[in-house]
């Protein structure tokens, strides 16, 4: 056996990063219910996709190669505006760092879709919002852009692997979007 084989072989034992990935990873939404209960946002414009925001290492399907047909997802970031009262502008200490934003398109015109942000590997709800999407000009189908107060971390630490992810579902076709893997929950001041 070669010295590759066998530290390969020994790495996969140990459960390292290079172990084999389970079923249950590789499909997070399999088991997911959407909320329907949580709120009606308006639905924003999307956002066009930015090849300087790139997914935490998860495995080893990249998001391009899933966003081809059907339903699409991407997150784009977001800078929450000063509030401005009697002429005073205030800023929170997060107001300058990334927001996530998650736009997708493919969806079904005049519907409802339910956008979220699960932690992962529990497949938890940690923010949420249902909308009506609608047709955006440059878009396929149903598409929105949906501001979201979750920070991405992934551009203080690229090397982090993902705690999250991104996924929307179209309740008038009852599907998931593919997932958009994500870092969060990074302390922050």
């Known amino acids: 056996m070669s010295t590759f084989r066998l530290v390969f072989l020994l790495l996969a034992l140990a459960g390292t990063p290079f172990a084999p990935i389970k079923l249950a990873q590789a499909e997070p939404t399999v088991n ?4 329907p209960g949580m709120g009606l ?7 066009v996709a930015n090849d300087s925001i790139t997914e935490p290492e998860h495995n080893e399907t990249t998001l391009e190669a899933r966003q081809i047909t059907g339903l ?3 997150i784009t970031h977001w800078f929450p ?8 502008c205030t800023i929170t200490s997060t107001d300058d760092l990334p ?4 736009n997708g398109e493919g969806f079904t015109v005049g519907g409802r879709v339910f956008g979220g942000i699960y932690r992962w590997p529990a497949n938890t709800l940690s923010w949420g919002m249902n909308i009506n999407v609608r047709r955006w000009p440059g878009y396929r189908d149903g598409s929105f852009g949906l501001h979201t107060p979750v920070i991405d971390c992934r551009p203080f630490d690229q090397t982090h ?8 579902y179209d309740w008038s076709t ?3 979007s593919p997932v958009v893997w994500l870092y969060t929950g990074c302390a922050v001041l």
């Open 81 to 88: 505006p000063p509030q401005c009262s009697n002429g005073v």
């Open 99 to 102: 927001h996530i934003q998650i």
């Open 161 to 168: 692997s993902a705690t999250s992810f991104a996924a929307a």
């Open 174 to 176: 009852a599907r998931w």
């Open 32 to 35: 997911l219910v959407p909320d």
């Open 41 to 47: 946002q308006f639905a924003l414009s999307p956002s």
């Open 72 to 74: 699409a997802v991407w």
